[in-house]
């Protein structure tokens, strides 16, 4: 079942019934969802409890096949943490606290920007996970939203389901006998996004958690850096059993780990064998391995020491009135205020300079903010490059420093990066090297050179002249004199 792509050869993925959803787990910045502790990692541990946990009933009165599962391991569960980013409420030795209403909004702003229905009322919910990540026993979740959407190249993939829930503990060392956490993690607010399955093919998947984890980010107002965001995709295939896949760390490995599932479940459908629902790990050489059943419904039932959460009109009137533009959105608005390219654009945003280039193009009117935004992120690319010089630490005095210079013509463009490499060398910025010199001048010097050496084309007279005036005229200007004298 393949189908030709191009020059490639693909699998037909709507022959062969692919259904494909994701789930997309963010981090909140802030303090935790349950406690005032703070969102930070630490470094040393200075309290350690070991404890063993037992699968509950859910609220239909059954245990969880997957709760069965883990509890059949009979391990024993190490949880280390620092008490400047825990507390009681961690080691569920606590009631929880009021829920962090900060991140809630933060929440309810994704939710909005996917143009989600809020609920009128937020129950918590305990989730039975016995797997050692949360030291109760339980995960608390709730729905904040439901029938939102995305727009896609595909088009729309709906959103049935946001919510906000507290982060597991991380694992960090397992063993037969026991596994060890660090608590470091355990209640930081994340938000989870369930899609459809209107996800028609790999690369699709990809490109759907690409555009939920740029919505994410124009918040500002969640974690950024390595572990913060997760996929989980879940698929299945005609004669298959739904799978979920977990463990994705980059969103390229997504088609290709997707592929290989199913080339694996058509290979075991192929020689008659029953494929089970099951949770799978996404592996670094991008193949799948069995977690553990897929859990269901009876592992849910109301969280009790938290009283349901109603949601006001005024509340989300007022979310709506804040709702901020998305990233995508003001690479478009950048790109064509300052008439750059789509990809400076972005890396305007992605690097946070955005700031940065708005200060300096409404301080210095005698430059086109085209130049303050490649000075800004390619010259210091460029220095890297070409002087192996490592300027991550240049700011915006520097580049104000330097643009100063030739916002008052007292030095040519092409001195900027000269003038830049300066002060990543730690030296102060030396004006007279990079002062400009006159037409006149410049005239001069190109008679003298055209009458010690002639016969050469006007690139080589140009390279002469740039070797010996670098960084104290522009090459355009240059040329516009040569061409005075020499017709090609």
Same mark, same amino acid.
């Given at each position: 079942?393949?189908?030709q792509k191009g020059d490639?050869?693909?699998?037909?993925?709507?022959?062969?019934?692919?259904?494909?959803?994701?789930?997309?787990?963010?981090?909140?910045?802030? +303090?935790?969802?349950?406690?005032?502790?703070?969102?930070?990692?630490?470094?040393?541990?200075?309290?350690? $409890?070991?404890?063993?946990?037992?699968?509950?009933?859910?609220?239909?009165?059954? %245990?969880?096949?997957?709760?069965?599962?883990?509890?059949?391991?009979?391990?024993?569960?190490?949880?280390?943490?620092?008490?400047?980013?825990?507390?009681?409420?961690?080691?569920?030795?606590?009631?929880?606290? +009021?829920?962090?209403?900060?991140?809630?909004?933060?929440?309810?702003?994704?939710?909005?920007?996917?143009?989600?229905?809020?609920?009128?009322?937020?129950?918590?919910?305990? +989730? *039975?996970?016995?797997?050692?990540? /949360?030291?109760?026993?339980?995960?608390?979740?709730?729905?904040?939203?439901?029938?939102?959407?995305?727009?896609?190249?595909?088009?729309?993939?709906?959103?049935?389901?946001?919510?906000?829930?507290?982060?597991?503990?991380?694992?960090?060392?397992?063993?037969?006998?026991?596994?060890?956490?660090?608590?470091?993690?355990?209640?930081?607010?994340?938000?989870?996004?369930?899609?459809?399955?209107?996800?028609?093919?790999?690369?699709?998947?990809?490109?759907?958690?690409?555009?939920?984890?740029?919505?994410?980010?124009?918040?500002?107002?969640?974690?950024?850096?390595?572990?913060?965001?997760?996929?989980?995709? /879940?698929?299945?295939? /005609?004669?298959?059993?739904?799978?979920?896949?977990? !463990?994705?760390?980059?969103?390229?490995?997504?088609?290709?780990?997707?592929?290989?599932? &199913?080339?694996?479940?058509?290979?075991?459908?192929? /020689? !008659?064998?029953? %494929?089970?629902?099951?949770?799978?790990?996404?592996?670094?050489?991008? &193949?799948?391995?069995?977690?553990?059943?897929?859990?269901?419904?009876?592992?849910?039932?109301?969280?009790?020491? *938290?009283?349901?959460?109603?949601?006001?009109?005024?509340?989300?009137?007022?979310?709506?009135?804040?709702?901020?533009?998305?990233?995508?959105?003001?690479?478009?608005?950048?790109?064509?205020?300052?008439?750059?390219?789509?990809?400076?654009?972005?890396? &305007?945003?992605?690097?946070? +300079?955005?700031?940065?280039?708005?200060?300096?193009?409404?301080?210095?009117?005698?430059?086109?903010?085209?130049?303050?935004?490649?000075?800004?992120?390619?010259?210091?690319?460029?220095i890297k490059t070409r002087?192996?010089?490592?300027?991550?630490?240049?700011?915006?005095?520097?580049?104000?420093? $330097?643009?100063m210079f030739l916002n008052?013509?007292?030095?040519?463009?092409?001195?900027?990066?000269?003038?830049?490499?300066?002060?990543?060398?730690?030296?102060?910025?030396?004006?007279?090297?990079?002062?400009?010199?006159?037409?006149?001048?410049?005239?001069?010097?190109?008679?003298?050179?055209?009458?010690?050496?002639?016969?050469?084309?006007?690139?080589?007279?140009?390279?002469?002249?740039?070797?010996?005036?670098?960084?104290?005229?522009?090459?355009?200007?240059?040329?516009?004199?040569?061409?005075?004298?020499?017709?090609?």
């Open positions: 079942l393949v189908v490639k050869m693909q699998l037909n993925y709507e022959g062969l019934g692919f259904k494909c959803g994701l789930e997309i787990h963010q981090q909140i910045a802030g +303090k935790k969802l349950f406690c005032n502790c703070p969102v930070i990692d630490t470094v040393e541990t200075d309290i350690r $409890v070991v404890r063993k946990l037992r699968a509950t009933a859910g609220e239909d009165g059954e %245990i969880d096949v997957a709760a069965q599962f883990e509890m059949a391991k009979d391990k024993r569960f190490i949880y280390v943490s620092n008490s400047k980013s825990t507390c009681l409420v961690e080691y569920d030795e606590e009631p929880p606290h +009021k829920i962090n209403e900060n991140a809630l909004n933060s929440a309810l702003t994704v939710a909005l920007l996917l143009k989600a229905d809020i609920v009128d009322e937020i129950q918590i919910m305990r +989730k *039975i996970v016995i797997d050692g990540s /949360n030291i109760s026993g339980f995960q608390r979740t709730a729905l904040i939203a439901i029938d939102g959407k995305l727009e896609t190249s595909k088009g729309i993939v709906s959103i049935p389901t946001i919510c906000i829930e507290e982060e597991a503990a991380q694992k960090i060392e397992q063993k037969t006998e026991y596994v060890k956490y660090n608590l470091d993690r355990l209640g930081i607010p994340l938000i989870e996004i369930a899609t459809g399955t209107e996800i028609k093919e790999p690369e699709h998947a990809k490109e759907t958690a690409g555009l939920i984890g740029m919505v994410l980010r124009s918040t500002n107002s969640v974690v950024r850096g390595i572990g913060s965001i997760r996929q989980d995709v /879940n698929i299945s295939i /005609n004669g298959g059993a739904r799978t979920e896949i977990k !463990g994705f760390q980059e969103l390229r490995t997504i088609p290709k780990v997707i592929d290989y599932e &199913i080339k694996r479940q058509q290979e075991l459908i192929l /020689n !008659g064998e029953k %494929i089970n629902e099951e949770v799978r790990k996404a592996e670094p050489n991008l &193949i799948t391995t069995f977690l553990r059943p897929i859990p269901g419904s009876a592992r849910l039932y109301p969280e009790t020491d *938290i009283l349901p959460i109603r949601i006001s009109k005024e509340r989300i009137e007022g979310l709506k009135a804040d709702l901020p533009k998305l990233i995508i959105e003001r690479i478009n608005d950048i790109e064509r205020e300052y008439e750059i390219s789509n990809e400076l654009a972005k890396e &305007i945003i992605s690097e946070g +300079k955005l700031d940065q280039l708005e200060q300096l193009v409404s301080r210095f009117r005698n430059i086109e903010p085209r130049f303050i935004a490649h000075t800004l992120i390619t010259i210091p690319k460029d002087f192996k010089i490592e300027c991550e630490k240049l700011s915006l005095k520097d580049f104000e420093g $330097v643009l008052e013509d007292k030095i040519p463009r092409e001195a900027v990066i000269e003038a830049l490499v300066s002060i990543c060398n730690g030296e102060n910025i030396n004006i007279e090297r990079y002062s400009k010199i006159s037409d006149f001048e410049l005239e001069g010097e190109i008679r003298k050179l055209l009458g010690e050496k002639t016969g050469l084309t006007l690139s080589g007279y140009m390279g002469l002249l740039m070797g010996k005036y670098r960084g104290k005229v522009e090459g355009k200007r240059v040329i516009e004199l040569l061409r005075k004298y020499i017709r090609e």
